[in-house]
């Protein structure tokens, strides 16, 4: 069974500190990997998808990728409350997306 | 990013009805459509798979009579909900993705669904 792993939080980060949300998979076959941010009673959002090894940076937003030992990772520099949601993530599988069941963040004014 | 939207963004209905969602890809043609359920507090859940102008493929569990699919164009997919009963009452979101092994996935705004 192919897994996404994610820790349910909920993460309390400080206003205007990094936040770090961490996640593993177990298809080392798998290519495309992807951050979603979901917002209490709404659908899921894009924020970054990566499919190299290595950093991607997005204005505040930066998602790591290590293939070899099968995690990637979303790092939030100066947290606003505004980022307070449930990120998800998701990574592609012999075509299709297997989800993490989230991390739900709280930036604490 | 690309733009779905979803039809009707909240519907109540009394049980034993049927209830239609439809889901749009504005702006990109969806070779690929997902249909999710979520239940409160709880994560995404993949109910099924359709391509354009095939039969969907359902997820273990999910009961195809109950939950019809149709993707008859590149840009719209609906999803019945016959015979609802309080039980199917949740929010559905549909996601579609173009053509392409690297083609990310956009969400609609989802459907909430309250049976009576």
């Known amino acids: 069974q192919k897994e996404v792993e994610q820790n349910s939080g909920p993460l309390s980060v400080p206003e205007g500190a990094i936040a770090s949300l961490n996640c593993t998979y177990s298809?080392?076959?798998?290519?495309?990997f992807f951050w979603y941010r979901q917002y209490s009673g709404k659908s899921p959002e894009l924020i970054m998808s990566i499919y190299s090894n290595g950093d991607k940076e997005d204005g505040r937003f930066t998602a790591q990728l290590n293939k070899a030992s099968q995690y990637v990772s979303l790092l939030i520099r100066d947290s606003q409350p505004s980022d307070s949601a449930t990120y998800l993530c998701?990574?592609?599988?012999?075509?299709?997306?297997?989800w993490g069941a989230g991390t739900k963040l709280i930036i604490k004014p | 990013g690309a733009v779905v939207s979803q039809h009707p963004s909240w519907v109540i209905c009394k049980s034993g009805t049927s209830v239609k969602i439809e889901c749009r890809s504005l702006?990109?043609?969806?070779?690929?459509m997902f249909w999710y359920r979520q239940f409160p507090k709880q994560s995404l859940m993949l109910m099924a798979t359709s391509n354009e102008g095939s039969k969907a493929t359902y997820e273990q569990g999910v009961e195809k009579d109950k939950f019809l699919i149709n993707h008859a164009s590149l840009t719209l997919s609906t999803l019945t909900v016959t015979s609802a009963h309080p039980e199917d009452s949740s929010f559905y979101i549909c996601s579609g993705r173009g053509q392409g092994a690297q083609e990310t996935q956009y969400f609609g705004p989802g459907t909430r669904l309250l049976v009576l």
């Open positions: 298809d080392r076959g798998s290519q495309s």
């Open positions: 998701a990574v592609r599988s012999n075509y299709q997306l297997i």
């Open positions: 702006d990109f043609q969806a070779t690929t």
